[in-house]
T-cell receptor, first 113, second 116 residues
Framework: GENVEQHPSTLSVQEGDSAVIKCTYSDSASNYFPWYKQELGKRPQLIID?????GEKKDQRIAVTLNKTAKHFSLHITETQPEDSAVYFCAATFYSSASKIIFGSGTRLSIRP | GAVVSQHPSWVICKSGTSVKIECRSLDFQATTMFWYRQFPKQSLMLMAT?????????EQGVEKDKFLINHASLTLSTLTVTSAHPEDSSFYIC????????????FGQGTRLTVV
């Protein structure tokens, strides 16, 4: 079926340390993988995305890696700051009856001062 | 990024009534719009995918007759919750995508529905 699994569900890291969130997806045809940050009561905001023709993408403190063979992608946040505290969702596109975006279950990231 | 506006941002309705939520892409043409439901501390669960001018594709377990979706133009999609019940209370959020399947989808601000 169409599924995106995300781990861990909660993550607490010391300010300045790195945080890593991992996702797997079920369909080898998926080729677009966005990551969203959602603060309480607000809409998800895209923070980075990657397409299947590359294995890694970086934007300042945020990076995403993709392993198409393993159907696995990860979000890396370095030098974490208090404002990084939020819920992060990975997602993937699926192409069954319609082209759609399915979300992972989310990771609540807390940054300890 | 592009702007998607969702209205209303919150609504309280009586059990048995219907509620319509609008999702508009303000500065681009949305070929595809998605409707999600999010319960507290949970993920975004896809309800349906709609393409302009055609019928929406509903996810398994989502009642078509209860959650009516209309995508009549490239800038507007509506979700109508019919005969609402307290268990329909949730955060409903739309997103819109301009063209190909591997491009960014932009989210509306969401609608918090409370059915009393």
């Amino acid at each position: 079926g169409e599924n995106v699994e995300q781990h861990p569900s909660t993550l607490s890291v010391q300010e300045g340390d790195s945080a890593v969130i991992k996702c797997t997806y079920s369909d080898s045809a998926s080729n677009y993988f966005p990551w969203y940050k959602q603060e309480l009561g607000k809409r998800p905001q895209l923070i980075i995305d990657i397409r299947s023709n590359v294995g890694e993408k970086k934007d300042q403190r945020i990076a995403v890696t993709l392993n198409k063979t393993a159907k696995h992608f990860s979000l890396h946040i370095t030098e974490t700051q208090p404002e990084d505290s939020a819920v992060y969702f990975c997602a993937a596109t699926f192409y069954s009856s319609a082209s759609k975006i399915i979300f992972g279950s989310g990771t609540r990231l807390s940054i300890r001062p | 990024g592009a702007v998607v506006s969702q209205h209303p941002s919150w609504v309280i309705c009586k059990s048995g009534t219907s509620v319509k939520i609008e999702c508009r892409s303000l500065d681009f043409q949305a070929t595809t719009m998605f409707w999600y439901r999010q319960f507290p501390k949970q993920s975004l669960m896809l309800m349906a995918t709609s393409n302009e001018g055609s019928k929406a594709t509903y996810e398994q377990g989502v009642e078509k007759d209860k959650f009516l979706i209309n995508h009549a133009s490239l800038t507007l999609s509506t979700l109508t919750v019919t005969s609402a019940h307290p268990e329909d209370s949730s955060f409903y959020i739309c997103s819109a995508r301009a063209d190909s399947a591997n491009t960014e989808a932009f989210f509306g601000q969401g609608t918090r529905l409370t059915v009393v």
